[in-house]
């Protein structure tokens, strides 16, 4: 079974830094895009960032650039999403997901054309 696991959130003033962790099982590591989506109290989920293996790329949503960075560790198959400078408009419940094998290393923004999601791990942003 593919299985992915949200950590690292928590409490943190303005300006300071976090990294979240998504760890995973169940499908070859080697050929795949892992994206990172946040969703804030009434808001709907969107798109933060993604990294996918075909080529290494990675992609942010305009918001992050320059503050966020995400980066994969294949030989423990984690992904991790380094947040720095954070702002209280970062709060939210941040998950990581991925899609079905047959999908290959793609990287949509849409969050519905992802097929499996970690259980999200709270980020609080302090002024």
């Known amino acids: 079974d593919v299985q992915l696991q949200a950590s690292g959130g928590g409490l943190v003033q303005a300006g300071g830094s976090l990294r979240l962790s998504c760890a995973t099982s169940?499908?070859?590591?080697?050929?795949?895009?892992i994206g990172w989506f946040r969703q804030a109290p009434g808001k709907e989920r969107e798109g933060v960032s993604c990294?996918?293996?075909?080529?290494?790329?990675?992609f942010y949503a305009d918001s992050m650039k320059g503050r966020f960075t995400i980066s994969s560790d294949n030989a423990k198959n984690t992904v991790y999403l380094q947040m720095n400078s954070l702002k209280r408009e970062d709060t939210a419940v941040y998950y990581c997901?991925?899609?079905?094998?047959?999908?290959?290393?793609?990287?949509?923004?849409?969050?519905?054309?992802?097929?499996?999601w970690g259980q999200g791990t709270q980020v609080t942003v302090s002024s």
């Open positions: 997901a991925t899609r079905r094998p047959q999908y290959g290393s793609s990287c949509p923004s849409d969050p519905l054309m992802y097929d499996y």
């Open positions: 169940g499908f070859t590591f080697d050929d795949y895009a």
């Open positions: 990294i996918r293996s075909s080529d290494g790329r990675t």
